[in-house]
């Protein structure tokens, strides 16, 4: 069965990511659109990460993940580049109840982290159900030029 779009006023919600490699870079990216903060644990973080931490916009923790990093937070993103890690972030979160998203396995995933195309007030979530990321990079990519190439 597919997935229900559902459009969330993430603003006022603490929104926690383990991991600091180029899969939470691109999914930072999206979140910045829609939050003012989000908190990254990880040992490292890439350099795009980095200018996010200058900005103010990542409150970085610089550690691995324990159990009980969820604690205070509403929703939670993982996207570390070791199974266990992303294995253990899906355990404790779905113990606490927390809405999780989990890079490497849908099975693992309450919510899809959709490809955004936001223009204005207008925001289009595409999603393939987590089986083919490729197609869903191009229809977004296809609905972008359509969105600002057409004419009025």
């Known amino acids: 069965m597919s997935y229900f779009p559902l459009y969330i006023d ?3 919600l603490q929104l926690i990511m383990v991991g600091g490699g180029n899969i ?3 999914r930072l990216r999206t979140l910045k659109m829609f939050h003012d903060q989000v908190t990254v644990i990880s040992p490292l973080v890439c350099s ?3 200018d996010m931490i200058c900005s103010g916009f990542v409150q970085w ?3 691995s993940y324990v159990p009980g990093d969820l604690n205070g937070f509403d929703m939670v993103f993982a996207a570390t580049d070791s199974r266990a890690v992303n294995h253990a972030v899906f355990q404790e979160a779905r113990k606490a109840g927390l809405p999780v998203n989990i890079c ?3 099975e693992e995933c309450s919510f899809y982290f959709p490809s955004v195309i ?3 007030d207008i925001v289009i ?3 393939s159900g987590g089986t083919d990321h490729k197609k869903t990079k191009q229809t977004a990519d296809r609905i972008r030029s359509m969105i600002w190439n057409q004419k009025d």
């Open 61 to 63: 923790i610089q550690r």
């Open 104 to 106: 490497d396995c849908k």
């Open 48 to 50: 795009g990460i980095e």
């Open 24 to 26: 939470a870079l691109r």
């Open 125 to 127: 979530g595409v999603t």
């Open 118 to 120: 936001k223009n204005g």
């Open 10 to 12: 993430m603003q006022d």
